[in-house]
């Protein structure tokens, strides 16, 4: 059998807290949607203190206005995320339970709900304080893939959303994937006297490509190439960038179970043949790869 990785000896909790009949743990999935909102915020201050990069040297906002927006992001990112996943991913379990809907610490967000959530209380934000919407968007844009980054390390930590089986080196043995879970010998190895299924560290691919390649090329596109001063073009590259990775990552990335049965193994929610079709999370990325290239293409023809 080839030879995995076994997954790092990682808790989900960075630290827990017991007094008495009081408990409380700081998860690393919560710390990371807080730095990531918190390394966000000081790349976009950071981006309207400079206005040379802005059209006409004037940014779409000052910094006391996107410490302002921090409080309407948070509510577009968790009620526009946990919404996502309920319509998006479970909407038949949650019209049976209505009432674990906002059981957040239960688990279960999705990123293109929250999208949509932030770009709601994005566009009631400009409009309230009359804000240029496309400017907005691409400071909006700038400070997203940290959060990105630092939440799909937490997937990996939380040993959630793993990858396919696989027999490539790197893979991953993930605790309670075990040999009943591979469909076939892939992924088969032997650990400690045990088969288990090793699978593509898919969290750890989302990370790289969403988070740290996606970010390192809107800064250098921003403070390098002027991107700022074309209204549109960093938002169309996010969007493009975001939705051309997911759709990529997703090859390698185990569907949600709710959608897997014995004549769909690979979970498509649109099928063409067995192994050919659509995952929901590539089917959510389409439009965002053509709301990015049509962002571009507006960009391209503004004249700054």
């Not at 700081?26 to 390394?39: D, K, P, Q």
């Not at 209505?98 to 566009?123: N, R, S, T």
Request: charged letters at 10%; aromatic letters at 10%.
């Amino acid at each position: 059998m080839p030879a995995a990785i076994p997954f790092p000896d990682l808790s989900p909790e960075l630290f827990s807290i017991e007094i008495g009949n009081f408990a409380f743990a700081l998860r690393w999935y919560a710390l990371a949607y807080i730095a990531g909102i918190l390394i966000g915020w000081r790349l976009a201050v950071a981006a309207v203190k400079r206005p040379a990069l802005w059209p006409s040297g004037t940014p779409p906002m000052t910094p006391q206005q996107v410490e302002a927006f921090l409080t309407w992001l948070i509510l577009g990112i968790v009620l526009g995320g946990r919404l996502g996943y309920v319509l998006f991913y479970q909407p038949g379990y949650y019209l049976d339970h209505p009432g674990e809907i906002l059981m957040l610490w239960q688990g279960g967000m999705a990123f293109h709900g929250g999208f949509l959530g932030v770009a709601v209380a994005g566009l009631a934000f400009c409009w309230r304080h009359k804000i240029p919407v496309l400017q907005a968007g691409d400071m909006m844009a700038l400070a997203t893939p940290p959060g990105l980054l630092l939440g799909r390390l937490a997937n990996f930590i939380n040993a959630e959303l793993w990858g396919r089986p696989s027999d490539i080196p790197w893979a991953v043995i993930f605790p309670g994937s075990m040999a009943q879970d591979c469909p076939g010998p892939a992924g088969l190895v032997e650990l400690g006297g045990m088969v288990l299924c090793a699978r593509h560290p898919s969290q750890l691919y989302e990370a790289a490509l969403e988070g740290l390649v996606l970010g390192a090329v809107l800064i250098w596109l921003a403070w390098r190439r002027g991107a700022l001063q074309r209204p549109g073009r960093v938002m169309g590259v996010f969007f493009a960038g975001y939705g051309l990775a997911r759709i990529i990552v997703e090859l390698f990335r185990e569907a949600d179970p709710q959608f897997i049965t014995p004549d769909n193994p690979l979970g498509h929610v649109i099928s063409l043949s067995p192994a050919i079709g659509l995952s929901m999370g590539q089917l959510l990325s389409l439009p965002m790869v053509v709301l990015g290239a049509a962002l571009l293409t507006a960009a391209r023809r503004r004249t700054a």
